[in-house]
């Protein structure tokens, strides 16, 4: 702010031989409502703080993108230049209804979200705190874990048919069993000295639920959501490739027979950006429920 201040009361700088130059009016003004913005601050500590280096990969891939489609490195067949991509890309969205696509996987996995942590979480919870739910239902669900969800897509079409339920229900299962075992097992991995010291404050079952059980569980539920929501959404789009008319998924298998090589690259990177959209809502709000969280913050790099 200073600096920024010096340079704009400084007095005009000459030419030789010429008339004094002045900074013209309206990049005075400019400059005035950035440094009042605090965008330069913003600039300042986005350097100072290194964020720029997670920026540093993505662009070196494009550049040797760019490189090896300019050299004829590869054939456009197999990698079409970040032009084509970006054109087939705008094709898509204006021709084919694309955001209609996005929409629909987004959707269904924001449904089987829904059922899986609440039926997971609702489970593990009850399993966690009473030895004979979780003798009742772990079985049972310690070996259904091991079919994989792609097997049950078949089954589960022919019940339901090639419609939303049947993804949903694929998807909700996926989500279901890791967020029941790691909820059951954070339950299960509360220091038994807090549980100890709750029933010496004679605390009731739900006060030690509320202060000692819950605040433990929630790092690990939150982690697992993340993580549950990324399987998720890679499932989505096998899903909607093997039994789907819409979709990123059916859109990928669609390019892929085609031979559309430029709107099979613009299906995998929306499916990385929404990924990266849904991890990071699910960041925010992890972040946000353990604000009162003290942790190590990788401080030695």
Not at 130 to 155: C, D, M, Q, Y
Not at 192 to 198: G, T, V
Not at 245 to 272: K, P, S
């Amino acid at each position: 702010m200073n600096t920024l201040s010096s340079v704009l009361a400084a007095p005009p700088l000459g030419e030789a031989g010429g008339r004094p130059q002045t900074l013209p009016r309206s990049g005075q003004t400019l400059l005035r409502w950035l440094a009042g913005s605090g965008a330069f601050a913003a600039l300042r500590r986005y350097f100072a703080q290194r964020r720029y280096i997670g920026a540093i990969l993505p662009l070196a891939i494009l550049g040797l993108w760019q490189a090896s489609s300019s050299f004829g490195w590869i054939e456009p067949v197999f990698l079409p230049a970040p032009k084509k991509v970006v054109e087939a890309f705008w094709y898509m969205l204006t021709k084919q209804d694309l955001l209609k696509d996005v929409w629909a996987s987004v959707f269904i996995i924001a449904q089987a979200f829904i059922y899986g942590t609440l039926l997971g979480v609702g489970l593990g919870f009850a399993a966690g705190l009473s030895k004979p739910v979780e003798l009742f239902f772990s079985g049972t669900i310690n070996t259904l874990r091991h079919i994989p969800s792609v097997a049950w897509i078949p089954l589960i079409v022919v019940w339901l048919g090639l419609g939303a339920p049947a993804k949903i229900v694929v998807l909700a299962k996926s989500i279901f069993i890791p967020m029941f075992l790691n909820t059951l097992q954070a339950i299960r991995g509360v220091d038994q000295n807090f549980i100890e010291l709750a029933q010496a404050l004679k605390l009731s079952r739900r006060q030690l639920i509320r202060r000692v059980v819950f605040p433990a569980i929630v790092p690990v539920v939150m982690v697992t959501l993340r993580y549950s929501v990324g399987l998720a959404w890679a499932l989505v789009v096998i899903a909607e490739g093997i039994s789907g008319l819409e979709g990123l998924g059916f859109l990928i298998f669609r390019a892929q027979n085609l031979l559309m090589t430029d709107q099979l690259l613009v299906c995998m990177v929306l499916i990385g950006l929404v990924g990266f959209g849904l991890d990071r809502l699910l960041f925010l709000m992890q972040r946000r429920l353990l604000r009162w969280q003290r942790s190590f913050g990788g401080g030695y790099a």
